[in-house]
C-alpha cells in the first residue's frame, strides 16, 4: 500500500478549523479492505516552538522547516496570521516554493490561498479563497483567475478551497482522487460530515 505524508503547515493566528479538519479527515482515513492507513500526518511550522493558533489555542508543531520528513501533500491553511503576518515572511513563502517543487499536491485552505499567491504558484490558474476575502485575492493578484461560489479548485497540483469548513470538503476530495469515492465517503460518515463528491 501506497503511505502518502500530508505536511500541514502552522503559523501564529492559523484558523484553527483551517488546519485541524484537514488533520482529521486525513488521520483518521483508512482502507476499506485493510483497515491501514494510507496518510501519515503532520504538522510542520518555521521553527517547531509552540504557536498560538486564533483564539489562544496552543498547538506544539511536529518538525520545523529543517527536519520534517518529505512530503506528498502540503496544506497550507488561512487566517489572520496567513493574509496579515506570515505573507511578509520570506522564510515561509520560500519554503512553500520548495515544496511546491517535490509534493504532489499543493493545497490552501481559506486565505492561505494569499500565500500560494504570494508565493507565485497561482498565476496563470483558477484559486479560490473565503468569500470575503475573494475581492481582495482579485485586486492584489492580478494573474490569478479568482472563482467565485465553490468550495474548491483543483488545478492539477495545486488546489484550493473556500474559508474554513471548505479545507474539509476539498480533503475528501483529495482522499476521493487517491483512493476512490468509497473510501472518501466512508471516510465522511465516520465523521458525520455531508459532503457530496
Not at 50 to 59: C, D, E, F, Q
Not at 92 to 113: D, F, H, P, R
Not at 140 to 154: H, P, R
Request: hydrophobic share 40%.
Amino acid at each position: 500500500m501506497t503511505e502518502w505524508t500530508v505536511g500541514i503547515l502552522l503559523f501564529n493566528e492559523v484558523e484553527i478549523l483551517d488546519f485541524a479538519g484537514p488533520y482529521e479527515v486525513f488521520s483518521i482515513t483508512t482502507m476499506l479492505d485493510s483497515n491501514e492507513q494510507p496518510f501519515k500526518v503532520v504538522t510542520i511550522s518555521e521553527t517547531s516552538n509552540m504557536i498560538t493558533a486564533r483564539n489562544g489555542l496552543k498547538v506544539l508543531p511536529d518538525y520545523s522547516y529543517r527536519n520534517h520528513p518529505p512530503l506528498d501533500i502540503v496544506i497550507v491553511p488561512g487566517g489572520y496570521g496567513a493574509e496579515e503576518i506570515e505573507i511578509k515572511n520570506q522564510n515561509l513563502l520560500e519554503w512553500i516554493n520548495q515544496q511546491s517543487k517535490t509534493a504532489s499536491y499543493m493545497c490552501s485552505v481559506c486565505t492561505g490561498a494569499f500565500l500560494l499567491a504570494e508565493a507565485g504558484l497561482l498565476n496563470g490558474r483558477k484559486a479560490t479563497t473565503h468569500w470575503m476575502d475573494i475581492e481582495r485575492l482579485k485586486r492584489d493578484y492580478t494573474e490569478v483567475n479568482v472563482q467565485t461560489g465553490v468550495k474548491f479548485i483543483d488545478e492539477g497540483e495545486i488546489i484550493t478551497s473556500g474559508g474554513i469548513s471548505a479545507g474539509i470538503t476539498m480533503s475528501f476530495h483529495i482522499i476521493s482522487k487517491l483512493l476512490g469515492i468509497q473510501v472518501a465517503t466512508y471516510t465522511a460518515k465516520r465523521m458525520e460530515y455531508d459532503v457530496k463528491l
